[in-house]
């Protein structure tokens, strides 16, 4: 079921997080751009439309959209062989009605197919790579794009081996900056004086003082100056004609090209399920367990990557760094997204000039904390003490993200838990027993033999179509092995919406080892009612 949202409700926290998040994409789009081989402002155009187009169409509340790092090989060689960059951008907008297709037939339903702990391993690697890749920008040496996620990087360097790079190229007035933005940054609000301006991002703090501290060096002369090379580099247009020539449309008379259809249809799916994954860690993000339709996703992409490329536009995807930073600088709705977009869209028209003075060292320590975040290393503990069938999927998932890219780690991770699925569920694994129904009757959810992560779509339409005020007997008395993906959905819909929407909810015939405590025998009859 789903309830209608005031975006002006959090308006606070949701400006502040988008703030936030203008200041980390703001340089994503443009090293994006820049590595994609595409105008610069192509890559800003990508992202004010997937902030503010996708923003408003999508169910999620935390997923943010824009040019994505996992494309960029793509865009780069298209552009190469269509010719011309108009002729693109024809692919691109074909792309997009491919996923408004995808999006009419259901095809987003095969997220619910993505297994959590393939997911996390997805998060983790990510975090690393996000962590690892910004350490160079940090010290001031910025050979490799900002966004950039791929082991391999067109420098010849790999992830690591920058790392030892970095050694011979240090430039100490980075180093403070990053040192001092990172002490704002972690300090900011914990310090008792400082609570009173807990509404300031410390994000934007840490910019402003950047900003100020590099024109402190530059005005003194001294050698802490961080040069042009090492800042934000916007393109700042003067004249009518430079804006009017930032609008790039599509060239229609190549619709006939193969070619053009084949990378239109390459863009269609590999942005689609990137966006799919990202949407499934997003919603696993979300501390409030709001659920997001996927087929609406999919088309909400779709209209996204139509607008973009009509205006010049990059193809775009929900981004998992973006949408991390959203989560952590504290999103309550999608309005986060939306003015995260606007912010986009405002600092090309009105402050390019201002903008071009924050050093890459803040947004590297921006990033270093969302990185840090993601790849906790509780996590990894975690799936340890889950077992094999848990832990295997997970670290495979983890260090394939790290070493090769986002889809082939997933693709890896997806294996190995299919390979363990056949292995122990040879038998039809989930039936339930479905009524008719309607509000104030009792539904009875039986579990079989072996549940696993291939049901969790099928369960969860089901817990998410009980009505209010609803009793519920989820009976897993003959069950020997249920996976900890429906065991979350089971947990999450038992504490969060069960509680919100007066459903009573008795658990019979779980194992302790579940986590969940099954209703007392004395209470045979009786549900328990949340309060």
Not at 343 to 362: C, E, Q
Not at 365 to 377: D, E, I
Request: charged share 15%.
């Amino acid at each position: 079921m789903t309830k209608k949202i005031n975006l002006l409700a959090n308006l606070k926290s949701d400006f502040a997080s988008g703030l936030v998040v203008f200041l980390v994409a703001l340089p994503l789009c443009l090293g994006i751009a820049l590595a994609s081989g595409a105008p610069l402002f192509s890559g800003i155009i990508a992202g004010v439309v997937g902030g503010i187009v996708v923003g408003y169409l999508s169910q999620s509340h935390l997923s943010v959209s824009g040019p994505a790092a996992g494309l960029t090989a793509i865009v780069l060689t298209a552009i190469s062989d269509l010719g011309g960059f108009n002729i693109f951008l024809l692919a691109v907008l074909l792309a997009g009605l491919i996923q408004l297709a995808l999006g009419f037939i259901k095809a987003g339903s095969i997220s619910n197919y993505f297994p959590t702990n393939v997911i996390e391993g997805m998060l983790a690697g990510i975090g690393v790579i996000i962590f690892l890749k910004q350490i160079p920008h940090a010290f001031g040496y910025d050979p490799d794009y900002v966004g950039d996620l791929s082991f391999l990087q067109a420098d010849g360097q790999n992830t690591f081996s920058e790392l030892f790079s970095v050694l011979n190229h240090i430039q100490l007035g980075s180093v403070i900056i990053t040192v001092l933005s990172l002490a704002i940054l972690i300090t900011w609000t914990k310090i008792g004086f400082l609570q009173k301006l807990k509404l300031v991002p410390a994000a934007l703090v840490a910019v402003i003082m950047s900003v100020l501290l590099n024109e402190f060096f530059i005005r003194s002369g001294i050698s802490l100056a961080v040069g042009k090379e090492h800042l934000v580099n916007l393109p700042v247009p003067t004249t009518l004609a430079e804006f009017q020539s930032i609008i790039i449309t599509p060239d229609f008379t190549a619709i006939g090209n193969s070619k053009v259809w084949i990378v239109a249809l390459t863009i269609a799916v590999v942005a689609s399920i990137e966006t799919l994954l990202c949407i499934e860690a997003a919603d696993r993000m979300d501390t409030q367990k709001r659920y997001t339709n996927t087929n609406l996703e999919l088309k909400a992409q779709g209209i996204g990557n139509i607008m973009s490329s009509l205006l010049g536009g990059l193809p775009m995807t929900s981004v998992v760094v973006r949408t991390s930073a959203n989560h952590n600088a504290g999103a309550k709705s999608k309005m986060s997204t939306i003015i995260h977009g606007g912010l986009l869209l405002l600092s090309v028209l009105v402050i390019p000039a201002i903008l071009n003075k924050i050093p890459l060292a803040t947004l590297a320590a921006v990033l270093l904390l969302v990185g840090y975040k993601l790849a906790n290393p509780k996590t990894i503990l975690h799936f340890w003490e889950k077992g094999k069938y848990q832990f295997a999927p997970f670290i495979a998932t983890f260090l394939a993200v790290v070493f090769t890219d986002l889809l082939k780690g997933v693709a890896l991770g997806m294996i190995i838990s299919v390979i363990f699925v056949l292995k122990g569920n040879m038998k039809r694994a989930y039936f339930f027993r479905k009524e008719e129904y309607k509000e104030g009757d009792i539904i009875h959810i039986d579990l079989a033999q072996e549940v696993s992560f291939l049901n969790k779509a099928a369960i969860k339409t089901t817990l998410m179509s009980i009505p209010e005020n609803s009793k519920v007997v989820i009976d897993a008395s003959d069950t020997v092995y249920i996976s900890h993906d429906v065991l979350d959905l089971i947990k999450e819909f038992k504490k969060i919406r069960a509680k919100d929407e007066n459903i009573k909810v008795k658990l019979v015939g779980f194992k302790k080892s579940y986590d969940l405590v099954n209703t007392g025998e004395e209470e045979k009859h009786i549900f328990v009612e949340h309060k």
